[in-house]
């Protein structure tokens, strides 16, 4: 597809089951970042994949959180044994990295994400 | 399908300007607007808007918006090269489900 699309839309859990959530980004984009948005404000960042390098995992809240992402394309959250206070929508973009450029950051729909 | 259009695509300006940013939605159940300014990784919040005609403001910056026109505005007065970002519009529907824009590039030249 032409944007980035993340699935599935909706997750309803109960508390201390795993969930996986997953990113497939703008096909060519090496920058790939993972947010979670709470209550209608402001994002939260997660953690940030740029080509090979190692990701920026310094946003990620606990050890319960992990990412990976494969062959440098699609991504996958996996949050472990789930909190109540982990539902929220978490959002995906992705963007080209350009040497001198700010590049705009495109924004998947998001997964909502509910723990019972 | 939500959709959200911003306008114009990418801005330059001279310090001291004024410039208007426009953010155009489409949105079932529309519940805020929010604006973000991205400068390195994580786009940062500028402000929510949920009523009509009722401006935000922070210093420089301000916002408004129209229900029932369903655009928006940012403003930015006496610009400064620290304003040089993209500025990202976003529409959370009744679910809180974010729709974002495609940004305005704007650049301050000093």
């Known amino acids: 597809g032409a944007g980035v699309s993340q699935s599935p839309s909706n997750k309803v859990t109960e508390k201390g089951k795993d969930v996986e959530l997953r990113c497939d980004p703008i096909s060519g984009h090496t920058a790939l970042y993972w947010y979670r948005q709470s209550l209608g404000q402001g994002l939260e960042f997660l953690i940030y994949?740029?080509?090979?390098?190692?990701?920026?995992k310094s946003g990620l809240p606990s050890d319960r959180f992990s990412a990976e992402r494969t062959g440098g394309s699609v991504s996958t959250l996996t949050i472990q044994r789930t909190q109540q206070e982990d539902s929220a929508v978490y959002l995906c973009?992705?963007?080209?990295?350009?040497?001198?450029?700010?590049?705009?950051?495109?924004f998947g729909p998001g997964t909502r994400l509910t723990v019972l | 399908e939500d959709k959200v259009v911003q306008s114009p695509l990418s801005l330059v300006v001279h310090e001291g300007d004024t410039v208007t940013l426009n953010c155009s939605y489409e949105v079932t159940n529309f519940r805020s607007l929010l604006w973000y300014k991205q400068e390195k990784k994580a786009p940062t919040f500028l402000f929510m808007l949920t009523s009509s005609g009722i401006e935000k403001k922070s210093g420089r910056l301000s916002s408004i918006l129209d229900k029932k026109e369903l655009f928006s505005i940012l403003n930015i007065t006496a610009t400064q090269t620290g304003d040089s970002a993209i500025y990202l519009c976003a529409v959370a529907n009744a679910g809180n489900m974010l729709t974002f824009g495609g940004g305005t590039r704007l650049m301050v030249k000093p």
């Open positions: 994949f740029q080509g090979n390098s190692a990701p920026d």
């Open positions: 973009a992705s963007s080209l990295v350009r040497p001198l450029g700010l590049d705009t950051q495109y």
